[in-house]
């Protein structure tokens, strides 16, 4: 039985015990008391542009539907039929005019109301089920931030806004760098499973510890590549992220990793090689440019180009890199099991290359053929196996521990150095909170303790 005494003690200082990855009956609680409550992003809205296109996807374990709605705004309903059950979808995306369900017909429009079912006279005029209101349910909230339609299944709790915090400014540095203020998911959504925790990912993309062991291969591949051979500007790119894997100890060390309540981060931009995103002589960047500053202002745009962030989390389950237009949602299955969903954006009034050289980034690092992307889930799988051994029942989160600066005046705190484990153990914090229902644990390690 899972007391909150119990739960609370998975997470201490500098360590978290292995049930938190591992039990079903902690994933259980995961869904109803984290999944079940936070914002979760599900989507961008340029994925469902006319009326009727809809796309479904899951909140925790339960399915739904994203639907434009005629008047223009985004519905999330159930997809859950009120008859006896079933999905009234199965397709990943569509356009429907109205959604029937394959069982036994109940016909919905696309705001979930039931519209028509088979043979009425066959109910009983006080029990005839439009006359009940049923229909598709809507999720209790449902929001969208520039594109981004978030959703919770707790019908109160924060705001949106406060529920971002600081982050907001992530997905403002994303959608701001398209010159027409808007970007679109294009391409579709690519899909990969791993046989590990959820976590395991959220964690990762704010490792700065990593890369030199896991990726070592494509580090060594990429450094083995002629540069004065001609490749076009994608290719390069690829060569270029590949090689910054390896980047020496001093930069990853003087990175800034920081870190927002409930469980969000950010790193700061971690290349040293501008030729990566901002080549000041690679004449797309230069067209870019001068469309940045046409629409903006000299200034505005040199501000917003200024930007060097690199992945940002939002937990529990996004994980984006403005830059390149990339973004995955985090999709629990078990505790062992878990989808990752990629997106790749185009950046409105942007030359096309810049979303040739978005995908080429994404099939490097985060598509299923990707060199990058393959090793990092080889790593997932083996901390689930690892995890079941006996003989240590701790997973260490020390580094850095204690030296964690607090930064009172815009919400966020920064690891002491680049490699500090303190997006793990911010994560951790907000999954105690979460699941505990209680305020701030000592797990976050901070040199000045909270307020
Ligand atoms: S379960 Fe949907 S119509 Fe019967
Ligand atoms: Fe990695």
Redesign the pocket.
């Known amino acids: 039985m899972w007391t909150t005494e119990r739960i609370a003690d998975l997470v201490q200082p500098g360590r978290v015990h292995r049930d938190a990855y591992t039990d079903p009956a902690i994933f259980d609680l995961e869904m109803e008391r984290i999944f079940g409550r936070a914002w979760l992003l599900l989507g961008h809205d340029s994925q469902i542009p006319r009326a009727g296109d809809f796309a479904t996807t899951q909140m925790g374990r339960q399915p739904v539907l994203m639907v434009r709605q005629r008047g223009g705004g985004v519905s999330v309903l159930f997809n859950r039929?009120?008859?006896?059950?079933?999905t009234?979808c199965s397709a990943a995306k569509g356009t429907v005019t109205q959604f029937v369900?394959?069982?036994?017909?109940?016909t919905y429009g696309l705001d979930g109301a039931l519209v028509a079912?088979p043979s009425p006279a066959g109910y009983p005029e006080e029990r005839h089920p439009q006359q009940a209101g049923l229909g598709l349910a809507e999720v209790p909230r449902t929001e969208v931030y520039r594109g981004f339609v978030f959703a919770s299944l707790a019908a109160d709790g924060p705001s949106l806004g406060d529920f971002l915090g600081p982050l907001i400014s992530s997905f403002d540095d994303l959608v701001d760098r398209a010159p027409e203020g808007e970007v679109e998911v294009a391409g579709g959504v690519s899909r990969h499973a791993y046989d590990g925790n959820w976590k395991f990912v959220l964690e990762n993309h704010l490792d700065t510890i990593h890369p030199r062991y896991v990726h070592a291969s494509s580090i060594a591949a990429a450094n083995e590549q002629d540069d004065g051979r001609p490749t076009d500007g994608a290719g390069e790119v690829a060569v270029r992220q590949m090689r910054q894997n390896g980047a020496p100890n001093e930069l990853w060390e003087g990175i800034g990793l920081w870190v927002a309540g409930g469980g969000h981060g950010y790193m700061a931009d971690y290349h040293d090689d501008e030729k990566l995103v901002a080549a000041s002589d690679d004449p797309v960047h230069v067209e870019y440019q001068r469309r940045m500053e046409a629409a903006y202002g000299t200034a505005r745009a040199r501000e917003i180009l200024s930007v060097t962030r690199w992945n940002s989390i939002v937990f529990p389950n996004v994980s984006f890199m403005s830059q390149f237009g990339q973004l995955r949602i985090v999709r629990p299955i078990a505790a062992g099991r878990t989808v990752l969903d990629t997106y790749v954006f185009r950046l409105k009034g942007a030359p096309e290359e810049m979303f040739r050289r978005a995908v080429a980034f994404a099939n490097v690092v985060n598509g299923t053929g990707s060199p990058v992307l393959t090793d990092d889930l080889e790593v997932y799988e083996r901390l689930q196996t690892g995890l079941g051994a006996d003989g240590n029942a701790w997973v260490d989160t020390g580094r850095g521990f204690g030296r964690d600066v607090r930064d009172g005046d815009n919400g966020l705190d920064r690891g002491g150095t680049g490699t500090s484990e303190i997006a793990v153990r911010n994560q951790f914090r907000a999954w105690a909170e979460y699941m505990t229902g209680t305020g701030a644990t000592e797990a976050g390690g901070m040199a000045v303790a909270a307020e």
Do not use: F, K, L, T
């Not at 039929?81 to 079933?86: L, V």
């Open positions: 039929c009120a008859h006896r059950g079933s009234v369900c394959p069982y036994h017909g109940w079912v």
